[in-house]
């Protein structure tokens, strides 16, 4: 059974970092492009979800504009587990972050909250 755990998130000052992990199981991290997700305060959950990271099976890796050159997204095979470090965050950042495998997803994690203070 597909199973995707989240932690890592918190509060944190502006231009402060946290590190993200997603945990998986039932499957292989390692064998399909992953990504990190997103979904700001007050949306639907399943709504508005925006991939701001992600890693293909090759390692190459791919972030949204605005994440680009702060976040880095990586990958430990041999735990299968997906990582997200943030670093320069800004209030825009704060949002809950949810892991999961690019189109056509898996059933979703419960997601871990991040809040940046201004």
């Known amino acids: 059974q597909v199973r995707l755990v989240e932690s890592g998130g918190g509060l944190v000052q502006f231009g402060g970092s946290l590190r993200l992990s997603c945990a998986a199981s039932?499957?292989?991290?390692?064998?399909?492009?992953m990504g990190w997700y997103r979904q700001a305060p007050g949306q639907a959950p399943g709504k508005q979800r925006t991939l701001v990271a992600s890693i293909a099976a090759d390692g190459m890796t791919c972030y949204v504009d605005s994440a680009r050159d702060r976040f880095t997204i990586s990958r430990d095979n041999a735990k299968n587990t997906i990582y997200l470090q943030m670093n320069s965050l800004k209030s825009d950042d704060t949002a809950i972050y949810y892991c999961?495998?690019?189109?056509?997803?898996?059933?979703w994690g419960q997601g871990t909250q991040v809040t940046v203070s201004s």
């Open positions: 999961n495998r690019l189109a056509p997803e898996f059933r």
């Open positions: 039932g499957f292989s991290v390692g064998r399909y492009a």
